[in-house]
């Protein structure tokens, strides 16, 4: 958690966009090999990403209660680079290729 927390660091991006309460660790020692593999959550199974870091994201209040996000939505992980991250949390919004990013690149 220590390193990701320190790459978090580096990018110098507003504290307001996380939610340290949802980090969770998914090292050997955090959540050991006895525990499942797959649980049930958002009406899906949800894999556990054994080996890597989550870190949590400040979600809106009005979003939540709007679309029942806890009980409905699946946890997905999504791999994309650093400025459209910034983008895809500041503006709610995933970006598509040929979107305009908030650095004012092009996905």
């Known amino acids: 958690m220590s390193l990701a927390k320190e790459f978090v660091n580096s990018l110098n ?9 949802q980090d969770r660790c998914y090292c050997t020692k955090c959540y050991p090999i006895p525990w499942d593999d797959v649980i049930s959550t958002g009406n899906a199974n949800y ?12 979600v809106d209040p009005m979003l939540i209660d709007a679309y029942d996000i806890w009980n409905k939505w699946i946890v997905t992980f999504h791999g994309t680079t650093k400025t459209a991250a910034l983008s895809i949390l500041i503006h709610r919004h995933f970006y598509l290729p040929g979107d305009k990013l908030i650095d004012g690149t092009t996905l």
């Open 47 to 58: 894999v556990i990403p054994r080996g890597w870091t989550r870190l949590g994201l400040r």
């Open 13 to 21: 991006w507003h504290k307001t966009l996380f939610d340290d309460s």
